[in-house]
């Protein structure tokens, strides 16, 4: 395609490049953002014959992954390009001195009916293309995988297999809130993005969205036919509390401590309150890893970490007495 619409005027198809900014830096808050490299026929390594190809397809250009989620947001942002913002606010005691807003590079990288086909193309990827077995039943996807051989210096592509899977887009993909890519630099065994970079950007997707009520617009119908609450796991209550009181589920609130154990009874769940006392062994029994290590880094004590979920033992008994410095091992599940 790229030879049958450029191939007799290649400095085009380029021209296009430039006008978006992939040969420009995007301007950082932070020093040592790299130049990108964008080539043009006046290039001495441009050839005629092999550059233009193999440039359609993302070889012989030289992008940061953070110039390409750029790149992608503008596509998700219906065409403006903005620049990433590291700090949004400078505080001095307190009190705010300086604040940042995002910078906008180019209004409209590309016409309405563009930015429209790019949309569409982007999440016929996971309709009907190489990230179809990573789509979400719970909301759209957008985004392409990049599978590229590594060329090894001067020795070119042949010396040593080496590749880079990357895995970028955006989310929800009709209503776009976040952008996301993913590289992997030199996978072992399997190399193709959509097996090597596409689950982690599907598990970061799935955490993020679940993370974020304000997307879950359809959650009751995913509660129809449960009669028991579902199961919490201990620790902080504000935040418990919070999910409980969204999704309409009935709680006993016998707590009032930033901590808890609950209960699961016939009449709800019920908070029972967690205090903390000096010198005592906690009980974090039932909480996820990070309550759990927070209480247990609070009491001076040294944790040792086997398994994922929540806390179903500790080495160390409630309430007994411990010192500072002392081990303990906790096993999640």
């Known amino acids: 395609m790229v030879n049958t619409h450029y191939r007799n005027d290649q400095s085009r198809f380029t021209d296009h490049l430039y006008r978006w900014g992939l040969n420009e830096k995007l301007g950082l808050q932070i020093p040592g953002e790299a130049q990108p490299v964008v080539k043009n ?14 440039m359609a397809y993302g070889y012989e250009m ?13 596509i998700a942002n219906g065409g403006k390009l903005i620049a990433p913002i590291f700090v949004k606010e400078i505080r001095k005691l307190g009190n705010p001195i300086e604040q940042f807003e995002a910078r906008v590079i180019n209004e409209q990288i590309a ?47 042949r010396a040593k297999r080496q590749y880079q899977s990357s895995f970028c887009g955006y989310f929800p993909a009709d209503n776009p809130k976040y952008s996301l890519i993913v590289v992997i630099n030199d996978p072992k065994g399997a190399y193709y993005a959509a097996l090597v ?78 205090t903390s006392v000096k010198g005592v062994m906690p009980n974090v029994t039932g909480m996820g ?43 999640l599940k």
Do not use: C
């Not at 030289?62 to 503008?74: D, E, G, I, V």
């Open 197 to 274: 970079a596409g689950p982690p950007f599907k598990e970061i997707a799935d955490r993020i969205y679940a993370s974020d009520m304000s997307l879950a617009q359809n959650y009751k119908e995913h509660l129809v036919g449960n009669t028991k609450a579902p199961e919490a796991k201990a620790g902080k209550s504000k935040a418990v509390k919070t999910v409980y009181q969204s999704l309409g589920i009935k709680t006993l609130y016998a707590a009032k401590g930033d901590y808890f154990n609950s209960i699961d009874t016939s009449n709800g769940l019920v908070y029972q309150e967690y």
């Open 111 to 157: 016409s309405d009916e563009t930015i429209n086909k790019m949309q569409d193309l982007l999440e016929g990827v996971f309709t009907q293309g190489t990230g179809k077995s990573l789509a979400s039943k719970y909301f759209k996807i957008a985004g392409k995988t990049g599978t590229a051989q590594v060329a090894d210096g001067n020795k070119g592509y």
């Open 62 to 74: 030289q992008l940061t992954p953070l110039h390409m989620l750029s790149f992608y947001n503008a």
């Open 289 to 331: 890893l990070k309550d759990a290590l927070y209480l247990l880094g609070n009491a001076g004590l040294k944790a040792k970490v086997t398994g994922s979920g929540k806390v179903v033992k500790q080495s160390l008994a409630p309430g007994s007495k411990i010192s500072k410095g002392l081990g303990v091992q906790i096993e």
């Open 41 to 54: 026929p006046k290039n001495k390594s441009w050839n005629k014959n092999l550059t233009l190809p193999q």
